[in-house]
T-cell receptor
Framework: DAGITQSPRYKITETGRQVTLMCHQT?????MFWYRQDLGHGLRLIYY???????DKGEVPDGYVVSRSKTENFPLTLESATRSQTSVYFC??????????????FGSGTQLSVL | GQNIDQPTEMTATEGAIVQINCTYQTSGFNGLFWYQQHAGEAPTFLSYNVLDGLEEKGRFSSFLSRSKGYSYLLLKELQMKDSASYLCAVTDSNYQLIWGAGTKLIIKP
């Protein structure tokens, strides 16, 4: 049972390039989330999705795009990467059976460096 | 604004007990989570409190006081593998999760 997987694990890119981070879950969880984690900050929500074809902005959505055409996939795209987007990105999911007040299951993360 | 405060770093000795505090000011309250995160890894769920009181789960316990906006995570019989960051997160009235910056716990032999 793979659970929730992210790819790539590490990515180096240049400013201005488009980058897509992948997230795949095998549990058929309704909710999926994208967070970024930076030193000195708590996890910050970028985007989330309650179901296929339903997405909503989180706390820090600017410069990011998401889609969810299938329940199991939730890719995150940086349309034109900037140095401020250098961070560790975590995808997470939750079953969605009790509103949104459920524990999250996290992927292993993608460490992104924008040069 | 919404805010969660935790100590940045704590040090404890193997075999001892340590208490990690978390205070919060949020728009409403619908539950408090503790997660453990080892360096370079993903956060994993430890505990959830929505009512006042102590929840015990093996060597780990979590306490909540809603009137004081306060929680703590208590780790007993510390082991070297408990060296990690501990993240406190609160669900507000809109069911949005607000995260603290985490407490890095260093265990010394």
């Amino acid at each position: 049972d793979a659970g929730i997987t992210q790819s790539p694990r590490y990515k180096i890119t240049e400013t201005g390039r488009q980058v897509t981070l992948m997230c795949h879950q095998t549990w058929s969880h309704s909710y999926m989330f994208w967070y970024r984690q930076d030193l000195g900050h708590g996890l910050r929500l970028i985007y989330y999705s309650a179901a296929a074809d339903i997405t909503d902005k989180g706390e820090v959505p600017d410069g990011y795009v998401v889609s969810r055409s299938k329940t199991e996939n939730f890719p995150l795209t940086l349309e034109s990467a900037t140095r401020s987007q250098t961070s560790v990105y975590f995808c997470a999911s939750s079953p969605g059976q009790e509103a949104t007040n459920e524990k999250l299951f996290f992927g292993s993360g993608t460490q992104l460096s924008v040069l | 604004g919404q805010n969660i405060d935790q100590p940045t770093e704590m040090t404890a000795t193997e075999g001892a007990i340590v208490q990690i505090n978390c205070t919060y000011q949020t728009s409403g309250f619908n539950g408090l989570f503790w997660y453990q995160q080892h360096a370079g890894e993903a956060p994993t769920f430890l505990s959830y409190n929505v009512l006042d009181g102590l929840e015990e789960k093996g060597r780990f316990s979590s306490f909540l006081s809603r009137s004081k906006g306060y929680s703590y995570l208590l780790l007993k019989e510390l082991q070297m593998k408990d060296s990690a960051s501990y993240l406190c997160a609160v669900t507000d009235s809109n069911y949005q999760l607000i995260w603290g910056a985490g407490t890095k716990l260093i265990i010394k032999p």
